[in-house]
């Protein structure tokens, strides 16, 4: 039906508006536990369930709680934005150059040393929208 493809095209256009603006989104806001001085670098995040709450270890000294299920829901490539933020934004050592890969370079190249916080709720936000526009399809017929 042409209704239903319009509200495709508008999905469409929504989803791509929503992936290529992610640095534009609110941050999500979430909890954080803290042990002593805040530090803003990461070396390696991960993230954690512990019984219903789901928590992401930024690095020694800082938590983020209370991660919503729906972060997960959205899927681009077969992970949701926030666990290729969790891949991606790591420091490790290159196997074959032995050049350090650094993120929290970037951040600090770009005078931001929350940058990389900042992307983390950013990537919650995105996939909470993405499901929305999901949601909002129109179910097809056979």
Known sequence: MASDFAAFERAGRDLAKLVLGYESLPEYQLEIESKGTSD????????????????LKYNATTKFVGIPDEAFSYKVFGRSPLEWVVARYQK??????????????WSSEAGDEKYI????RKS????????????SLPKLQN
Do not use: H, R, Y
């Not at 490790?92 to 370079?105: F, M």
């Not at 916080?117 to 983390?120: F, G, K, R, T």
């Not at 919650?124 to 949601?135: H, W």
């Open 124 to 135: 919650i936000t995105l996939s909470i929208e993405a499901n929305a526009v999901v949601s």
């Open 92 to 105: 490790k050592t290159d196997k074959n150059n032995g050049i350090l890969q650094d993120p929290n370079l």
């Open 117 to 120: 916080m900042s992307l983390v």
């Open 40 to 55: 803003f670098q990461v070396d390696k995040m991960s993230i954690e369930k512990t019984g219903e709450l789901l928590s």
